[in-house]
Nanobody, 124 residues
Framework: VQLQASGGGLVQAGASLRLSCVGSGDTFSTYTMGWFRQAPGKEREFVAT????????YYADSVKGRFTISRDNRKNTVYLQMNSLKPEDTAVYYC??????????????????WGPGTLVTVSS
């Protein structure tokens, strides 16, 4: 699966952005899709993930209530709606595909395929 994320940009605090990640091939719908982010000088961290059928979603505490992950398997696309953005949300955002077990959902090791990332910058 090849992944391509888009939708990043420069916004002010409090604004919203929607990231998209399009996957290639006809197996996209079989993968759990996750979003991770890496801020300057920090380790990459989990943001959100959604199971293959969209039935279950999981979020990092830092984004819960502000971000929403969703997917459209007909379009091979996963989305990350980001509301009430904060300067600390500034990072490169990566989408990833995998088949993680429950205990691995929040870890990079649970995902096989990664996109190149899209930069989100939130100014104060």
């Amino acid at each position: 699966v090849q992944l391509q994320a888009s939708g990043g940009g420069l916004v002010q605090a409090g604004a919203s952005l929607r990231l998209s990640c399009v996957g290639s091939g006809d197996t996209f719908s079989t993968y759990t899709m996750g979003w991770f982010r890496q801020a300057p000088g920090k380790e990459r961290e989990f943001v959100a993930t959604i199971r293959s059928n969209g039935g279950h979603t999981y979020y990092a505490d830092s984004v819960k209530g502000r971000f929403t992950i969703s997917r459209d398997n007909r379009k091979n696309t996963v989305y990350l709606q980001m509301n009430s953005l904060k300067p600390e949300d500034t990072a490169v955002y990566y989408c990833a595909a995998g088949r993680p077990i429950l205990s691995s959902l929040r870890y990079e090791s649970g995902y096989y395929y990664w996109g190149p990332g899209t930069l989100v910058t939130v100014s104060s």
